[in-house]
């Protein structure tokens, strides 16, 4: 009799393991909403200077990296140059630095109305796996506003320290926030103010 109870109460216990290891577990895992995957920040950036510009300054552009490489974009700018960059890792920065000096061999010729206009844009937008418009922002500006300028070496200095050196430091983050995951900062800076 007492075999019989003991299978008995062997066979009942592993009929409630048993049990107990087929039954669905609860979790917080099945309450959590994956966010959208991050691919890369992508981004186009230009400078544009006209024609009186080239010909009295020396301008000169360097785009940095997130990784520190630093990539010029020249030194003459026709309408229309542009950079495209992009970064893998969060956060990034990217910096625009554009310095000016005045050409050696420029002369102003006498009773010329000379217009100084240079002008930047950019476009940055954060690229993932989601099934919508990514997020993105863009603008454009002038470091030096269309207009007529005199052009005497001592007014011309002093046009370009009114403006120059001039960067754009561009910031993309996550934010943590399901609803709007990334940001997108622009700052405008007038370096030495």
């Known amino acids: 009799m007492k075999i019989k109870n003991l299978f008995r109460s062997c066979l009942l216990m592993a009929t409630a393991l048993c049990m107990a290891a087929t039954l669905p577990s609860c979790?917080?895992?099945?309450?959590?909403?994956?966010g959208p995957k991050f691919h890369k920040v992508e981004g186009l950036i230009?400078?544009?200077?006209?024609?009186?510009?080239?010909?009295?300054?020396?301008?000169?552009?360097?785009?940095?990296?997130p990784d520190g490489e630093q990539v010029s974009m020249g030194t003459e700018f026709a309408l229309g140059s542009m950079k495209t960059f992009a970064a893998f890792e969060l956060p990034?920065?990217?910096t625009l630095e554009m310095t000016a000096e005045p050409k050696a061999g420029f002369t102003p010729e006498e009773g010329k109305d000379y217009n100084f206009?240079?002008?930047?844009?950019?476009?940055v937008s954060v690229?993932?796996?989601?099934?919508?418009?990514?997020t993105s922002v863009?603008?454009?500006g002038s470091v030096i506003p269309s207009g007529s300028y005199e052009t005497d070496p001592e007014s011309i200095k002093g046009?370009?320290?009114?403006?120059?050196?001039?960067?754009?430091?561009?910031t993309v983050k996550a934010t943590g926030n399901s609803q709007d995951p990334y940001s997108i900062n622009v700052e405008k800076v007038r370096i030495g103010k």
């Open 117 to 123: 206009n240079v002008k930047y844009s950019y476009e």
């Open 46 to 65: 230009g400078v544009e200077a006209n024609a009186d510009c080239r010909d009295a300054f020396k301008l000169k552009t360097v785009l940095t990296q």
């Open 92 to 94: 990034a920065t990217f």
């Open 159 to 170: 046009l370009l320290q009114l403006y120059f050196p001039f960067k754009l430091v561009i």
């Open 127 to 134: 690229v993932d796996d989601r099934d919508m418009m990514p």
């Open 138 to 140: 863009s603008e454009s």
């Open 27 to 34: 979790s917080d895992d099945d309450d959590e909403v994956a």
